[in-house]
Each structure stands twice: as C-alpha cells, then as structure tokens.
C-alpha cells in the first residue's frame, strides 16, 4: 500500500503575527490568507521490517530508526519525529513500521508557512493509513499541538489551519479557540488578484521563532508600540476582507502598505536595509504596496501591481537576485489518497 497527501502553501494576507500568543490570548487576533498551487508532499508506505525511515530526496537525506513508542525529535527530520510519536502515543499506542518520504515546493524560512504544512501533510498520511476519525478542525489542531507544544516551535496557529482548509480564509483567534470563516471571493476576484500580485522570492532565508519569539516578549513587556501596531494589523484583515468580496481589488496595494508600516513596529529583526530597498525599488517602479510574506527577516515578499505595472515591478526587483515566481490560488487544502 502507497498513501500520498499534499497541503497547500499559503500567502499570509493581512493580520500577519495577531495569532500568536499572548496577544491573541489576550486581545484576540484576525488574520486573512490564501492558499496557492505550491504544496508539502509526503508519501507514506507501511513496512514489516521493525524499522522507521524518513526520507527526503530532494536532500539526499535519510534517517532510519528502530520503530518504538518514542522516537529522540533531534536531527533533520524532527517535524516527521514529532507527528510518529504523537500519533504513536494518542492513537497507536504501540510502534509503527513505515517510510516516509517528503517534499515542499518551497525551501523552509521562505515565509509561506512551510513547516506546519508539513506538518499538516504528514498528519495527513497518517489518517489516510489509519482511518483516524479527525475531521478539518481536529487535524489543524493536532498539527499545532504538535509543533507548539509537543516540539516547542514557536509561531502561531494561521499555517496549519490555513492548510487543511485551503482556500481564501478569514480566521480569528481568542484563547484556544480558532474560527475558520470560508470567503466566498469570486474567480474573476481572485484571478485578477493573482495576476496583480507579484511574488517574489528574495533568495534569502529567515528564522521565524526567533523573530516571534521578540513579537511575543514584546507583548509581555507591553511594550505599546507593538501592541498597537498589531491591533493596527488586525484592522487591516477586516479591511482585506471586505474589499475581496466587493471586488475592490485596486484598493489592496494601499491597505498592504498600510500593514507594512504597522508590521515592522512589531519586532525589530522583521526588516532590514536590503529588505526595505525591495520594498522601495517596488513601490518606484509602480507597485502601490506590499509585505513580507511569514514573520519577516527574509524569504518571499509580495507586492500589488495594478494594470500592467507587474512588469516594470519585476525588472526593476532583478538586480536584487532573487526571483518572481509564478502561482495561483487554490481552493482545496489536505488531500490525501491510497494506492
């Protein structure tokens, strides 16, 4: 038996950093993103050898283990580690025989939510194999726990639910509770999006849990600049959502600008100088405004090119090195099957 999943990437749109705690336990967060056609893939295939093997060949990598109940989460494949021994523990009970092999369309730190979509799509085997009764909600839930808790990953809870939904999606957190809102934004809507709104990769990489880590101390130490700036981020994906569905697209670049301005209060490390001369060189050559796509620090940004402007945006941005990469939206998220 073969069992294969995939779960899309997402482009944070707007309320970029409101879902992680404390401030989403204490005010309450709102963010609105939009899954793409680049995808974690993993395949899964049951063995009887009393060995566990995790492989990503893309890497050349490979890791094999004596199948047990705990397997030590360090190495490179601790995302993988973390999923068997979670479901080994609450599930199984009682070791597993697998390989599992993985791939994501985007390399890690690029800021479109690449490791808890992993982790979404290894989960995702998972259930497929052994029929787990997990709906949407419990499989993105799972996915955090697992990451946040279990392997002390720092972040928020936007990726993992933005993956096993897929789609254009506004969320809002309180606490432990999660509400995933379905936007019913037209295609016209969100082709014209997708055409005006350049991605770019700047050939670079970031750490987000080091970049979370100074938001959340921010948050802890009230620090009023950061607090406000975020309350100022989840205003902006109010504003996303209501000029997606009316069709108002134009008006993106300026309330993307506006996130900007409020997102780099948030922590110190989100920008730097070659960053913002993206930025700038961007809005020169006639993108009406943009951000950094995940935590900030590096690894892909976008900005909104109305009319023809996508053009004379991604001339201008080559002598920075890095790449426009062509996409679209998708609406499905976790898609498992078994061969």
Known sequence: MIIRSKTPLRLGLAGGGTDVSPYSDIYGGAILNATIN?????????????????????????????????LDTDGYFVLHKGVYNRIVRQFT?????L????????????GLGTSSTLVVSILGA???WLKLPLGEYDIARLAYEIEREDLQMAGGKQDQYAATFGGFNFME???????????????????????????????????SADIIKEQQKNVSAKNTQSIEAMHKLKEQAVLMK?????????????????????????????????????????????????KISGAGGGGFMFFYCPGVTRYAVIDALQ?????????????????????
């Open 242 to 290: 209501e000029v997606l569905l009316k069709g108002e697209i134009d008006r993106i670049g300026e309330i993307l600008d506006f996130g900007w301005r409020y997102k780099k209060q948030m922590a110190n490390s989100i920008t730097n100088p070659r960053i913002d001369s993206i930025y700038e060189s961007a809005i020169k050559a006639g993108a009406t405004g943009g």
């Open 319 to 339: 002598q920075f090195g890095g790449k426009a990469k062509r996409y679209e939206f998708v609406n499905e998220g976790l898609k498992t099957w078994s061969l």
């Open 99 to 110: 390989r599992i092999s993985s791939f994501v369309d985007a390399p890690a730190g690029s």
């Open 173 to 207: 957190f309180k606490g432990d509770s999660v509400i995933v809102n379905p936007l019913r934004v037209r295609n016209r809507y969100a082709d014209e999006l997708s055409h005006n709104l350049v991605l770019y990769y700047t050939d670079t990489s970031h750490v």
């Open 126 to 128: 998972y259930v497929e």
């Open 93 to 97: 009970h009682k070791p597993l025989s």
């Open 38 to 70: 680049m995808y974690a893939y993993t395949t899964l295939e049951p063995t009887d050898d009393g060995k566990v093997v995790f492989e990503a060949p893309e890497k050349y990598l490979r890791e094999e283990h004596t199948a047990s109940l705990q």
